[in-house]
């Protein structure tokens, strides 16, 4: 069983940064796709990012810019560096592990508020 564990979440004041982590178990981390999910209250989980093993990044239209994604696969990691956040981007994070066959794994989820 795959775990996936992200971190770095909390409050930032709009126009700040944060750099959220997700760290997988398991081997062969370096040949799967990787993303970052967001779900805010009331609203659909919808994707932010993803990045394939090679190293493409995809971004949603809403942080192109403002979101970078990242992967270090020595570490087994995927980082997203969030800068000049606003109160729309508050939500849960998630990190997504996307395999072959149509199987995926989810972490459990960061919180990141972005408020003054």
């Known amino acids: 069983q795959v775990q996936l564990v992200e971190s770095g979440g909390g409050l930032v004041q709009p126009g700040g940064s944060l750099r959220l982590a997700c760290t997988a178990s398991g081997s062969f981390f370096a040949i799967y796709t990787m993303g970052w999910y967001r779900q805010a209250p009331g609203k659909q989980r919808e994707l932010v990012a993803t990045i394939t093993g090679g190293g493409s990044p995809d971004y949603a239209d809403s942080v192109k810019g403002r979101f970078t994604i990242s992967r270090d696969n020595a570490k087994n990691t995927v980082y997203l560096q969030m800068n000049s956040l606003k109160s729309e981007d508050t939500a849960v994070y998630f990190c997504?592990?996307?395999?072959?066959?149509?199987?995926?794994?989810w972490g459990q989820g960061t919180r990141v508020t972005v408020s003054s």
């Open positions: 997504k592990q996307d395999r072959s066959g149509g199987t995926y794994y």
